[in-house]
């Protein structure tokens, strides 16, 4: 859809949330909702859901992915120039949106020996990546950062998605597209491969039957984490609150700033790439994939049921139309006059959903977490 | 030995020690139901909360739960500071926010609001000196991601006269070792920063420590930290027994499969040693730890997880556990007579090994209790 009078559409769709959000409050006048009766079987099998037709198949996409960008790398290695490296900068994208869309989960083997942090060191306050690329970049004398095993050993920092970020699109990467950006090119081989590995890892412990899987639709006493279904419930649950969270948190406010004047591009993840709008894209087409994959309205109690699925629904639909119409580079409509209203109003937006999974989802199925537990301290 | 504060092994402030200081006049100005609950308090507490109507306050309560007096605050809190020789209290904000009100326990009024100083936010935990003259204030330098015990002139209108290093980050408790010289800091170890909110920013690499500062000149004393395959066990909470001995509690950021041990204590001797929780147990606490409290006579430690839904109590001699109490949503404890007062997140006041019947208040109690 091609967008000619923006500031309308934003003004309707921001009167739609306003009723929609007007509206369970209305079906909830006697107070807080009754939770759901759901039983602990029926409520694993929401989980199931999510773990079998979500996180395994975003796992396994962002796998394909990182190995697909491997071979591409790889290619451009070996016979360098300018399509080459063209080919390669758009793997990357594909593979930063891949793991976009499930980088909301942060339990299970994505945890594991620190996994997370080694494909995306983010938010980097302090351009620890930079400084570190740029130490290994200078040093051509030391080649410990070109083999994923030695590379593996090292900061987070030149592992992951940004550091490959900085290789493929930061200064001096036009050397690549010859043979003098040897090694370049090789550190860049390197970071694939060593996401390769860990993607197959991830990919791997949610594959076995055991393990987290396991876990999370046997819930069992002696689990540290989940000793009930309504634990394993919450975890997945957690992936839109917390991801939502983080999406205001790191992905936008701090880029957004106050106005045109305080923003700070900079502060957009893959700004210098310009996939910063293809990743929080990517972000919302994830948790909207979750979200679906997991079937809520199974175990909602009747009254959420009837409207609180589809209400869910309507404002990522609101996110993806909003997103689909903001005109990439990010770190250029955050300054300019005419489109920042569109990313003040995917703030908005996130809120709102961040609102229906927190304050209403979450309490309908029971599992509102306590005023002392809540984001702990 | 001076009173030092609650989680040290001290007597409780009495409700006839209060009332022989300034409490008299206090009480003969209350009113029917709050006066009623002064008149039959043993001891009284102190808690931040949540009001029924959303506002943030902190409210002073009797042994029973009837609260007694409350001071509003601007947004959420979370520690309190008590000073028996001026009377003065201390709400903390929960960070990252900027506040910190001095009031009356015995009137809930505000005596004045400090904000913390320019770059810095509080973490939410402090105390006073044994002489009342100082009061101490974790806090963060979050530019520079460096954990500081700010220092304030109580007699200067609580002038903030300076700062000491923490040699860690994320500073979270701290409290005055039975010396009255000598300062210990839990570190935990977790970077945040005001423009990202509550995230956390570094826990591939964050490394917690416990670490000893003298109060007068801020001088390193000590700095101990856990083995370093448990870098991501957060150092969070203290409390110290009759023995000296400084028992912390912490919260684990890496993978929930771990199940590190949760309770630890530390000695000059040995530096660090976590307790041996059977798995059973430990599982209860779902790596997490909220608050940690020595009994009265110090010969008790009671530790609780919110997040488990379980409030412990361990023997500190034989460093086992004695018994273990469901509180949903239970963090808030404090040594009460003979046994532990505990409140939760859902408004429980409850009593452990002790006789006394629970309370259900119309607050949500935030974290921590101060036994005033």
Redesign the interface.
Not at chain 2, 364 to 367: A, I, L, R, Y
């Given at each position: 859809m091609t967008m000619t009078k923006p500031s309308i559409l934003f003004t309707a769709l921001a009167a739609m949330t306003a009723m929609l959000m007007a509206w369970p409050a209305g079906a909830q006048e006697d107070g807080p909702p009754t939770p759901t009766t759901a039983s602990a079987g029926e409520k694993l099998d929401v989980v199931w859901n999510v773990i079998d037709g979500a996180i395994r198949p975003g796992y396994s996409a962002f796998e394909d992915a990182a190995r697909e960008e491997a071979t591409k790398i790889g290619a451009l290695c070996e016979m360098p120039d300018e399509v080459q490296l063209q080919t390669a900068r758009e793997g990357f994208g594909q593979l930063a949106k891949a793991f976009a869309a499930i980088e909301f989960v942060r339990?299970?083997p994505i945890?594991?020996d620190?996994r997370?942090?080694?494909i995306l060191?983010f938010?980097d306050?302090r351009g620890v990546t930079l400084r570190q690329v740029q130490a290994i970049l200078a040093n051509t004398e030391d080649d410990s950062a070109l083999s994923p095993a030695t590379l593996a050993q090292k900061s987070?920092a030149v592992q992951g998605l940004t550091a490959l970020e900085f290789v493929l699109f930061g200064s001096g990467s036009q050397t690549l597209e010859t043979k003098g950006g040897d090694f370049r090119c090789s550190y860049a081989k390197a970071i694939a491969d060593n996401i390769v590995s860990i993607a197959e890892a991830v990919t791997a412990g949610w594959g076995n039957e055991e393990g987290?899987t396991s876990?999370l639709t046997n819930p069992s006493?002696?689990?540290?984490?989940y000793?009930k279904a309504d634990d394993s419930l919450k975890e997945i649950t957690s992936i839109f609150i917390d991801g939502l969270?983080?999406i205001?948190?790191?992905r936008l406010?701090?880029a957004l700033g106050e106005d045109a004047q305080d923003a700070n591009p900079k502060a957009f993840l893959y700004h210098r790439s310009e996939n910063a709008l293809a990743a929080l894209s990517a972000n919302f087409t994830g948790l909207r994939q979750i979200f679906d994959a997991a079937q809520y309205g199974e175990i909602l109690p009747e009254a959420q049921a009837s409207y609180l699925p589809d209400a869910i629904s309507f404002e990522f639909d609101n996110a993806r139309r909003t997103l689909d119409a903001i005109p990439a580079p990010l770190a250029d409509v955050v300054v300019s006059k005419e489109n920042r209203d569109k990313l003040d109003y995917v703030l908005i937006v996130t809120g709102s959903l961040q609102s229906e999974f927190a304050n209403q989802l979450a309490p309908a199925l029971g599992l509102s977490a306590?005023?002392?537990?809540?984001?702990?301290? | 030995m001076p009173p030092i504060r609650n989680r040290l092994a001290t007597p409780l402030l009495a409700r006839r020690d209060f009332l022989a200081g300034a409490g008299a006049l206090f009480a003969s100005t209350l009113i029917g139901r709050r006066a009623e609950a002064f008149e039959d308090a043993d001891a009284l507490f102190a808690s931040a909360c949540?009001r029924p109507d959303g506002s943030y306050g902190c409210a002073v309560f009797a042994e029973d739960g009837r609260i007694v007096s409350e001071v509003a605050l601007p947004d959420r809190g979370?520690d309190v500071a008590f000073d028996p020789l001026s009377y003065r209290a201390v709400a903390f904000a929960?960070?990252p926010r900027t506040f910190a009100v001095v009031f009356d326990p015995k009137t809930g009024e505000t005596v004045k609001t400090l904000t913390s100083a320019e770059g810095r936010h509080f973490f939410?935990h402090g105390f006073f000196s044994p002489d009342g003259r100082l009061m101490y204030a974790t806090e963060n330098d979050y530019d520079a991601a460096r954990g500081l015990i700010g220092v304030y002139d109580v007699k200067r209108d609580f002038a903030r006269i300076g700062e000491f290093d923490t040699h860690g980050m994320d500073t979270?408790e701290a409290l005055l070792m039975p010396d009255g010289e000598t300062i210990v800091v839990a570190n935990g170890g977790i970077e945040t920063?005001p423009?990202?909110?509550?995230?956390k920013?570094n826990?591939?690499?964050m490394e917690p420590s416990l670490v000893l500062i003298d109060r007068k000149s801020g001088d390193l004393l000590a700095k101990h930290r856990l083995e370093k395959s448990l870098h991501q066990l957060s150092i969070r909470h203290l409390a110290i027994d009759a023995d000296r001995k400084v028992w912390f509690g912490c919260?684990y950021e890496?993978?929930?499969?771990d199940?590190p041990q949760l309770l630890g204590f530390a000695t000059p001797e040995a530096g660090l040693s976590l307790i041996e929780m059977p798995?059973?147990d430990?599982?209860?606490?779902?790596?997490?730890v909220?608050s940690v409290a020595a009994s009265a006579d110090g010969t008790r430690i009671a530790i609780s997880s919110?997040?488990g839904g379980e409030v412990m109590i361990l023997d500190a001699t034989k460093k086992s556990l004695i018994e273990s109490h469901p509180v949903?949503?239970?963090?808030?404890l404090a040594a009460d007579g003979a046994g532990f007062l505990a409140t939760?997140?859902?408004g429980l006041v409850t009593h452990l090994a002790k006789q006394a019947a629970d309370r259900q208040a119309d607050r949500?109690?935030?974290?921590h209790i101060l036994a005033l």
């Open positions: 339990f299970g945890t594991e620190h997370l942090e080694r060191f938010p306050r987070v987290i876990r006493q002696s689990d540290t984490a000793r969270e983080m205001r948190d790191q406010k701090p306590g005023f002392s537990s809540l984001d702990g301290d | 949540r979370h929960r960070r939410g979270h920063h423009d990202y909110g509550r995230q920013l826990l591939a690499t919260q890496g993978p929930s499969a199940a798995r059973g430990l599982a209860r606490l779902s790596n997490y909220g919110p997040v949903r949503d239970g963090c808030g939760s997140g859902h949500e109690w935030d974290n």
